[in-house]
């Protein structure tokens, strides 16, 4: 046991400062978006955000800190680990759009698909799979996710119409195969 307790604390970062806040200190709030169906908690994370700036009100023990919360989160309790704070610094030129978004009590919210950007059928020894690349609001297209076609057709049916055109229409004429009637 002692020699595993070693092992461990030689891998530990000897440089790393505890961080530490004072009252009265703006910092942001890490939420976690989550993709997919909330209510079942099966929703895969994306990449984490900060939100806010929020007014530390005291310090709650070594590692907690309470913060002032809005009205509208009057919910979520206002004690949270030092790991989910990040200081803000102040810049005159930095402007902060606050988005309006529905947090629940474990600090994550729901993201709703934009738009799809490819489309690319992945082939396995004996099968295919039809898979779409996903645009996330709040995200960017770096942060594109690849997702399975069926489910996302099942999940968000609005996403593959657009304008009257059908996605996979949409897709075959790009690639040169056939044509779509317009009427009029």
């Known amino acids: 046991m002692q020699t595993a307790q070693s092992r461990q ?4 970062d000897h440089r790393r400062k505890d961080l530490e806040f004072e009252e009265g200190d703006m910092v942001f709030l890490k939420v976690t978006p989550l993709r997919g169906t909330i209510a079942a908690k ?3 994370k994306l990449k984490p955000r900060y939100i806010g ?3 530390i009100q005291s310090r709650v023990g070594t590692v907690a800190y309470q913060l002032e919360l809005p009205v509208k989160m009057s919910r ?5 680990h030092v790991s989910l704070l990040k200081k803000y ?3 005159p030129t930095h402007i902060l759009h606050t988005e309006d978004v529905e947090l629940d009590e474990t600090l994550t919210y729901g993201e709703q698909p934009v738009q799809i950007l490819d489309r ?8 295919q799979i039809s898979l779409v690349k996903i645009l996330w609001k709040n995200h960017d297209v770096e942060e594109a996710t690849r997702e399975v076609e069926e489910d996302m057709q099942k999940e968000y049916p609005s996403l593959f119409t657009k304008k009257g055109i059908n996605f996979e229409d949409e897709i075959a004429l790009r690639r040169g195969g056939y044509e ?3 009427s009029l």
């Open 180 to 182: 779509i009637p317009v």
């Open 89 to 91: 610094h102040p810049d």
């Open 42 to 44: 099966k929703g895969k």
């Open 9 to 12: 604390k030689s891998y530990a």
């Open 53 to 55: 700036s929020y007014r």
């Open 76 to 80: 979520i309790h206002n004690v949270f």
């Open 120 to 127: 690319k059928v992945k082939e396995l020894r004996n099968k």
